[in-house]
Each structure stands twice: as C-alpha cells, then as structure tokens.
C-alpha cells in the first residue's frame, strides 16, 4: 500500500464551501435541482474541476463530467455522485462523493502521479428527485435505464419542464447523454442509516442498493360542508389520502423484513378545517432489498386502493414517479473496498443501501461499488446530517486507493 493520503482539511474546506451554496437558517442546505442555488453549486464545482486541470464536459441532461488523462486513452475509472439536495438536506449527501472525487484528483496532482487510464470525476443532474421524479435521473440517462427525452419533458408543480430549466441555468450541454463511458464507477456517500454508528465501524463496503417504487396518488371525492354532511354520505379525500398513508404503513409493519413505506407529500384541497376535502394527492415510497417482496407490497398497496375507491365513493388515479429494481454490486468491487479500507487499518461491514444511488445506475454496465461512511445518529434528509472529519478522511482514502488500484498508476 502506498503512503499517498488525501488532506482533509482542503476537503473540508470544499465540504463547507460548497455547502454555503442555499444555506438554510439554523444549518443545512436547500439545491433543489436545477434551481438557482444548484446552479451557483454546479458553477463552483465547475471552477474547481477546471482549476484541477480536468477536461470538463456537460452531457444533454446536465450532467457535468471531468477527465484527467491517463498514460493510455479510453473510457476513464469514474468517481462522482449528486450535488442537488433535498429541501432540508445536510453537506454531506452527495456533496462528499463528488468533492472526494476532486480530492483524490488533487492529491494526484500534487504527488504528480499519472494514472495508466484515466480518471474521472462526475455530478449528476436531479439525484434526488425531489421536485422533478424520478430520482437518480441523469445518471439514468448516461447509463442508459431512463428515456432523456422523457426527462428533459418531465416537469416541476410550476409545469416547467427540466429541458427548460436546464437552459435556464446553462447546463443543456451539446455533448450525448452516453458520450463518456466508465470503466468502472466507485462512489462514497454517506450511509444515511444508523448501522455504521450503531456497530461502531467505519467504513461501509456497499453490496448493493434496494429496490425502490414511488406513487402519486390523486384522490378525487366530493366537497362538501364538515358539519351538514352524514358521515355515510361523505367522499372524503382527505380521509382516503390518510387512509392510503396509514395503509402503508401497515402493509410494511405486516411484511416485517426489509420492507419500507413512506408517505412524504400529502396535499389536501381546499385544505380548510370546515370543509370535505374534494382532492388529495399523496405519495408512497416502498422499498425492499428483495425484488419478490416489493412487489407484494406494490400489489397489496393496490388492493387496498381498490377497496378505499369502492368504499369511499371517490376516483384514485395512480401514477408511477419511479421504479427500480434492487441492485447488487460486482463481488471483486466490493471485496476490493473492502481489502483496501482493512490495509488502510479501518474497520469494515459490507451492507446494503437503504438509499437510492448513482452508482446502482452503473452496476448493470460495468464494475460498479459504493464506499459508506457513518452518518451521526443515523440521519440523513436533515439538516442536522454529520459526518466527522476523521470518519470523512477514512472513506476519501479509501476512495483514493481504490481508484488507483483500478486505474493502475505509470
Ligand atoms: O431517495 C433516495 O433514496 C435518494 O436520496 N434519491
Ligand atoms: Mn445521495
Ligand atoms: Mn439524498
């Protein structure tokens, strides 16, 4: 093992420049993607990678990649992730991933090492998927597994769509969505989740990332007034949508296992204490690490729309905001992260993703893996996220060795 360690001091003072990007009050970060703040964070990131000598290119949906040469020419070892947040997101979700990238990248420079392939460091357009679904989506343009004529029409609650956004802010780039292949692709992101904390390990070898279902559901009933109304008259879609919420919940708790189910949006109209609500509109995430299993959860998540929309008296449209299936990585990859974190003296627990990845948009096309490192307290998509320095070094250098071992060094 050679003696090269990333400076994490320069990371960190990436980590909290990036993150004064959409800063909210009180901490955390608001990049929605393809807002304002997300393009000031994608110009900075942008300025960085060609400060560091890369050759920056923007593909059609946005994403911005940077290549460092190698000896020989071809497609380059990849690192990256996302740097749009969710609307309370933390400086770490995403952000660490793209900013070890130029991390490594530096250190390389620095130690004027040139890697045999060449390198790349990458940010995805709208991994999040917050305000436009699905996520992981231009990751799953460049890869191949999402339409980007479908994404570039996709639009926000303003009916504006992400193609006119993207020239909005300056990132409709001219270059294919396919035109920067990877060798393979190796991401750190933090955990997300309590188990690295909990077992008091430090790094996380990824095995694979679940599958993940997202559905709107629009509920359409009858207005009316709360206090004439009989109860056995009432088409109340304010009380389906919380019928459908709570029926998720209890679908998951049933299940038992991996199963997951979250109601994050529910919408009522006219949303006023007086009257039936006649339109609703919640969301179901559902998640499993098995594929079989989401799929019981989606068609007992069905059954009991059924049974509400004949109940109630109301209409229940369905729509299907994203779907993938879970994902594993390639075996070697994740012994790879795993041997490199154990050489480097750094406790290790290979583990699957609870979170959706750009990495898992890879797995299915070339050598794909995911380095985790612990998140405080188990949590993420807050604005409290943190990950300590010391924890953040040990996955940038776990980063760092893995992508030289891949991309071999002259
Ligand atoms: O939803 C997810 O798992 C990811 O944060 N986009
Ligand atoms: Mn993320
Ligand atoms: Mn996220």
Redo the contacts with the bound molecule.
């Keep these: 093992m050679n003696n090269l360690r990333i400076d994490i001091d320069r990371l960190m003072r990436r980590i909290r420049a990036l993150g004064e990007i959409g800063a909210l009050e009180g901490g955390g970060v608001c990049r929605l993607a393809l807002s304002d703040e997300d393009k000031a964070g994608r110009d900075l990131v942008v300025r960085w990678m060609r400060e560091l000598g890369l050759d920056v290119t923007v593909d059609r949906i946005g994403n911005v990649i940077g290549v460092r040469a190698g000896a020989v020419q071809g497609p380059p070892v990849m690192t990256g992730s996302h740097i749009d947040t969710?609307a309370t997101g933390g400086l770490y979700?995403g952000n660490l991933g793209v900013l070890a990238g130029l991390e490594v990248i530096e250190t390389l420079n620095e130690a004027g090492i040139t890697t045999h392939h060449p390198l790349a460091v990458g940010f995805f357009t709208n991994?999040?998927?917050?305000r436009f679904a699905p996520?992981?989506m231009g990751s799953g343009v460049h890869q191949g597994a999402l339409s980007l004529e479908e994404c570039l029409a996709t639009v926000d609650s303003d009916g504006v769509s992400v193609g006119e956004h993207l020239e909005r802010i300056g990132y409709a780039g001219n270059v294919a969505a396919d035109s920067v292949r990877a060798r393979a692709f190796v991401e750190l992101h933090v955990e997300?989740g309590p188990v690295l904390e909990k077992e008091n390990i430090v790094i996380g070898a990824v095995t694979g990332v679940q599958g993940?279902s997202w559905t709107q559901y629009t509920v359409t009933g009858t207005s009316n007034h709360a206090g004439t109304t009989p109860m056995n008259l009432r088409h109340d879609a304010g009380y389906v949508a919380a019928a459908i919420a709570t029926g998720a919940r209890r679908i998951a708790r049933e299940m038992g296992g991996d199963q997951v189910a979250t109601s994050g949006v529910i919408e009522l109209a006219p949303n006023l204490v007086n009257v039936i609500a006649c339109r609703a509109r919640v969301t179901v995430?559902l998640?499993n690490t098995d594929e079989q299993a989401l799929q019981r959860a989606e068609q007992s998540m069905a059954d009991e729309v059924a049974m509400l929309t004949e109940r109630e008296g109301v209409a229940i449209e369905a729509r299907t905001l994203a779907r993938f299936a879970p994902v594993e990585f390639d075996r070697e990859m994740v012994d790879r992260v795993a041997d490199t974190a154990e050489a480097l003296g750094h406790s290790v627990k290979r583990m699957p993703s609870?979170?959706?990845?750009d990495a898992q948009m890879f797995a299915p096309n070339c050598p794909a893996a995911m380095i985790f490192v612990p998140s405080k307290d188990g949590i993420s998509?807050n604005v409290h996220e943190y990950t300590a320095p010391g924890e953040i070094r040990a996955g940038a250098d776990v980063l760092l060795q893995v992508l030289l071992s891949l991309a071999g060094s002259e």
Excluded: F
């Excluded at 609870?354 to 990845?357: M, Q, Y």
């Design positions: 969710v979700d991994e999040e998927g917050a996520d992981m997300q993940i995430d998640r609870g979170a959706g990845h998509h």
